[in-house]
């Protein structure tokens, strides 16, 4: 059973930053796939961007060029870098670890508001 902790949400003005944080426990993290997704209220959960064991990332198009996610193997943790933040960025983010199978973090509040 991996464990998945998230943590790092709050409220934001538009045009900030926060950096979201995701720990996994396991002694293979450094295999893990690992995600962040979000939901808005009233619309399906969407993935925002992922990186690979290799470190390789992708990311959905609306944060391209705003956000960067990373992962620290040595601490078992990845990080979603939010910045030049938007309303309609307004979520819950989950982070979701994939190995043999599928584990989800508890998800963090993130609000985007003047």
């Known amino acids: 059973q991996v464990q998945v902790v998230e943590s790092g949400g709050g409220l934001v003005q538009p045009g900030g930053s926060l950096r979201l944080s995701c720990a996994a426990s396991?002694?293979?993290?450094?295999?893990?796939?690992m995600r962040w997704y979000r939901q808005a209220p009233g619309k399906q959960r969407e993935l925002v961007a992922s990186i690979s064991s290799g470190g390789f990332t992708n990311y959905t198009d609306s944060v391209k060029g705003r956000f960067t996610i990373s992962r620290d193997n040595a601490k078992n943790t990845v990080y979603l870098q939010m910045n030049s933040l938007k309303p309609e960025d307004t979520a819950v983010y989950y982070c979701n670890a994939l190995f043999t199978t599928s584990y989800w973090g508890q998800g963090t509040q993130v609000t985007v508001s003047s």
């Open positions: 396991g002694s293979l993290f450094r295999i893990y796939v």
